[in-house]
């Protein structure tokens, strides 16, 4: 009983996709910001992945199916924020930023790296 290194591989990979995904995910329904996406991207993506499930789900059952599947729900979950929350930035009493220019411009003079 020999170990399938295809399978394994695919495991690994799926793993590795799904763990960069997570932080993105987590942000976004964390702080509802979702200003650094497009409409645009966020619908291609969920189409392209609705039609490449006409292939992935066509395939034997393995890590891919697993994948694809967390693929959809992701995107999809993205997709249904940013129409739910629009692409607004968080607001002054939303985030840990400055609630005002004056002060984004006092923050910068006070530290010249954010310059």
Do not use: Q
């Not at 170990?3 to 329904?29: C, E, N, Q, R, Y």
């Amino acid at each position: 009983m020999g170990i399938d290194v295809a399978l394994v591989a695919g495991t690994v990979s799926s793993v590795i996709f799904a763990a960069s995904v997570l932080p993105m995910l987590v942000k976004a329904v964390r702080t509802r910001d979702l200003s650094s996406y497009s409409l645009g991207n966020l619908s291609l993506s969920n189409l392209g992945n609705v039609v490449h499930s006409v292939y992935v789900y066509s395939l034997p059952a393995g890590p891919i199916w697993v994948l694809h599947s967390f693929y959809l729900v992701t995107t999809g979950l993205m997709l249904v924020l940013f129409l739910a929350h629009g692409c607004r930035s968080p607001g002054p009493t939303d985030g840990d930023g400055p609630a005002h220019a004056d002060d984004a411009d006092e923050a910068r003079a006070e530290h010249p790296i954010l310059a």
